[in-house]
């Protein structure tokens, strides 16, 4: 790993839990989730840290790639914790559908809501929870014209009417 990178890279651990930061990294690419693996391999495998947490405090965009792979930790059994995502983080629909706040700005990865179903029963969950439809009936003989959906803000982000 280079030296430029690894100072990039910062690790704290706070009781069982280590947590993982790129120091002032806006925006993460495929090299950012390369040296991010390699540092949570690491912690997992050498050190045998079984709750990890990636600080996002200044973190604008995340490929999806980076969900993917905290997922499988998760379903190899470890806890994964996000810290302090901001608002369009908080947006994506990966965040949006595995992470649930835990207390003050963190949130914990979980499946529970879904775990168990089938992948038509998982859909139709993702689509009630997710999605807001917007129904347009002719009034003169009640058939549908048209449905549309759109994807509604969880209700922490919406601002007061």
Wanted: hydrophobic letters at 40%; a negative charge; glycine letters at 6%.
């Amino acid at each position: 790993m280079s030296s430029r990178k690894r100072q990039r890279l910062s690790i704290r651990i706070e009781n069982e839990l280590a947590i993982v930061s790129l120091d002032d990294m806006e925006i993460w690419d495929g090299a950012d989730l390369a040296l991010l693996r390699e540092a949570m391999t690491a912690l997992i495998e050498n050190d045998g840290y079984r709750s990890l947490a990636v600080d996002l405090t200044s973190v604008k965009y995340i490929p999806s790639g980076f969900f993917g792979m905290l997922f499988e930790w998760y379903e190899a059994g470890l806890k994964i914790r996000l810290l302090s995502p901001q608002a369009n983080v908080e947006q994506m629909l990966w965040f949006r559908m595995f992470f649930a706040l835990e207390e003050g700005r963190t949130f914990l990865l979980s499946d529970e809501a879904v775990r168990g179903n089938s992948p038509g029963e998982q859909v139709e969950y993702h689509k009630r929870v997710f999605m807001t439809d917007d129904v347009e009936v002719d009034e003169d003989d009640d058939e549908i014209k048209s449905i549309r959906y759109g994807i509604r803000a969880p209700e922490r982000l919406k601002t007061p009417s």
